[in-house]
């Protein structure tokens, strides 16, 4: 079920279209910026972007924050920062799928052999196709932020095979690349609002879900699944997108400070991930009681293996299929 914003809200952004971007009492322009949930890493990330932002314009350009799903949920703020309702969000790859097939790469499982591997592509020029592919619809991609390896976590026991998914009803993200991925495992994939998982789980709805160690601490889910696999089937970035015309509305000196900004945020998160992961591994063990188990990936890569054929034999995505296989340590 989606999220319905607030009429009081709604209202809000009717005068924000009206007006676009606005101006503070120093007539500094304000970047209105909204978000869903996030983890901590991220958050402080975002928080970075609009300090060095302001940093980088003496002032002339702040960010306005929106957190935690106060204007709707990621697939409401992509159409909001299409419209120029908001003027930036950031929302996970996966959810841009629908917007663009472009992002449907970042879906597929065991893309990126490690994290370096992932770090290596992000920073490439590989990506930039992809983040101005949704130029026609109104809004550009900024940067990324790294979201971690993505793994099952269930509700009645550790998955250490892909036979241990059989039946199983899976959440996913509103990703065709995610469903097809947990129906190859023998899964039955259950897309669904990050907001609902928890219910759903205690409820019995859901056998399990796929995520980051954060979705066991910040959204509780530990509570309620108590088991959490490495299988590291993904690992899915979350992007920073910008409505087109109010990046366009800047000064030229605007734009590149724009851009800077949000990339030396992206190197501030890399750092503070890495210790967080950690402090939310621990904090489920000790406060939730979550079992970690390591898995034999390889079974899991043969079962998605029709996949990547299927990009590889893709005329619009063999090339850039390529070229992050080159890209690997190894090669």
């Known amino acids: 079920m989606k999220k319905i914003i607030p009429v009081i809200v709604m209202g809000l952004l009717c005068v924000i279209l009206i007006t676009g971007y606005s101006k503070n009492e120093n007539d500094s322009i304000v970047l209105r910026f909204a978000y869903a949930s996030n983890s901590q890493p991220v958050k402080d990330a975002m928080a970075e972007f609009g300090r060095l932002l302001s940093e980088k314009t003496n002032g002339e350009v702040m960010v306005e924050y929106y ?43 065991y893309l990126f052999d490690n994290e370096e591997h992932f770090y290596r592509v992000m920073d490439s020029d590989l990506v930039q196709p992809i983040f ?25 026991g550790p998955i250490e095979s892909p036979s241990d998914l059989a039946g199983k009803k899976i959440r996913v993200m509103q990703s065709q690349t995610a469903i097809k991925m ?17 219910t759903s789980l205690q409820q019995g709805i859901l056998d399990g879900a796929e995520n980051n160690e954060f979705a066991i601490t910040e959204a509780g889910h530990g509570e309620v699944a108590k088991f959490y696999s490495y299988d590291e089937h993904t690992r899915v970035p979350d992007i920073m997108v910008m409505n087109k015309e109010t990046l366009e509305g800047l000064t ?33 063990e000790n406060e939730f009681g979550v079992v970690f188990n390591e898995v034999d990936k390889k079974p899991f890569q043969e079962a998605v293996q029709p996949l990547h054929d299927e990009f590889a034999n893709n005329e619009e995505f063999k090339q850039l299929y390529e070229d992050i296989q080159k890209l690997k340590e190894n090669k």
């Open 67 to 109: 957190p935690d799903s106060q204007l709707g949920g990621e697939r409401e703020l992509i159409e909001l920062t299409q419209t120029g309702a908001v003027d930036i969000t950031k929302v996970s790859g996966s959810a841009l799928e629908s917007f663009s097939n472009k992002y449907s790469i970042f879906g597929l499982p």
């Open 132 to 156: 101005q592919s949704t130029e026609k619809l109104g809004f550009v991609g900024l940067t990324y932020y790294d979201s971690g390896q993505r793994s099952f976590y269930m509700t009645d």
């Open 182 to 198: 947990v129906q190859l495992l023998g899964g039955s994939p259950t897309p669904m609002d990050s907001g609902e998982v928890y």
């Open 252 to 284: 030229k000196e605007q734009q590149e400070a724009v851009y800077e900004a949000a990339k030396e945020s992206t190197e501030f998160e890399k750092v503070v991930w890495r210790d967080a992961v950690d402090q939310a591994k621990e904090r489920s």
